[in-house]
């Protein structure tokens, strides 16, 4: 269904080519006539207190209040006294999954043709907790955090969107032969929230395993999902299946109905300023907000101009072995709404 009544929703340009991409976003939007009103926060240049980050806490606010968003990379800046970027919106903000679809677009061909999986990445927790410290001289910990409760609404959020979305198996991915207790709950939970759902089929595959079986055949799996470093690692996998991580969108869920969309890739600093990134997968990345928003006319009118363009093949940035800039990429893309 089409809504009239605008969204205001926020929007985070970020760093390196996230403002390019940011912009493309916009004018796509724009010409395919979402009804949605940007607020942007930019990263700021100072620390700011209240968030400990170059954060600010209106931005915060701003994606609190709009309970929906857009986000570009961010990159750390290096030096002491200020948490991560990404940490401090995951962890301010409750964005306990980070959701990464991945699917061959068709008409641009890699080795796969039937790649159609969702990772769904525990996204508060496990080996990315922060808590690394040095014991004694040359001796190094870091503490990898399982808890029932993230676990439980991770595998929750799994199952759910399986449901939901037409979807017949979960498989969690794991390492439980080795990180018994850590892993072991982490399944313990999994098993939990599957018995909710016997409807769809739940498997347990080990790590390694799975990278090997993804490699060989993505086809076998549907939903993934898994603790914290193993979904940073298998998303940027399944990225490199389909053609790279110009593509891949995702969005981050979090508590209270927060959803803040944002590529999977980083901000690029070997191409930025130079009109040559692939604003694709912010643009994707852009879809799946307007489906959470239950836009689906746009999300699919946008979704089609985005994969007609790249698959008539005459404008594809460089990533995609073509030499169109972004500027000329995104008014191809226009030009198909
Ligand atoms: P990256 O994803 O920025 O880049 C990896 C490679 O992929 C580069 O060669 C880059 O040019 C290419 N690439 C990425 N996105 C592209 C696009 N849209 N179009 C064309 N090519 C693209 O990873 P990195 O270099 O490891 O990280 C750079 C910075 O980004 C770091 O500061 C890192 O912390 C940050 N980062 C942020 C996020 C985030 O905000 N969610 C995620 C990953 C990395």
Known sequence: SSSTTPITATLFPGDGIGPEIAESVKKVFTTA???????????????????????????????RRNKVGLKGPMATPIGKGHRSLNLT??????????VRPCYSLPGYKTRYDDVNLI????????????????VVRGVVESLKIITRQASLRVAEYAFHYAKTHGRERVSAIHKANIMQKTDGLFLKCCREVAEKYPEITYEEVVIDNCCMMLVKNPALFDVLVMPNLYGDIISDLCAGLVGGLGLTPSCNIG???????????????????????????????????LRHLKMNEQAEQIHSAIINTIAEGKYRTADLGGSSTTTEFTKAICDHL
């Open 89 to 98: 919106l995951r962890k301010e903000l409750n964005l306990y999954a980070n």
């Open 33 to 63: 006539g979402v009804p949605i009103n940007w607020e942007e926060h930019y990263v700021s240049t100072e620390i700011d207190p209240r968030t400990q980050s170059f954060l600010t806490w209106e931005s915060l606010e701003s994606v």
């Open 119 to 134: 990772t769904i990445r525990e996204n508060t927790e496990g080996e990315y907790s922060g808590l690394e410290h040095q």
């Open 255 to 289: 508590e209270d109905g927060v959803a803040l969309a944002e590529a999977v890739h980083g901000s690029a600093p070997d191409i930025a300023g130079k009109n040559l990134a692939n604003p694709t997968a912010l643009l994707l990345s852009g879809v799946m907000m």
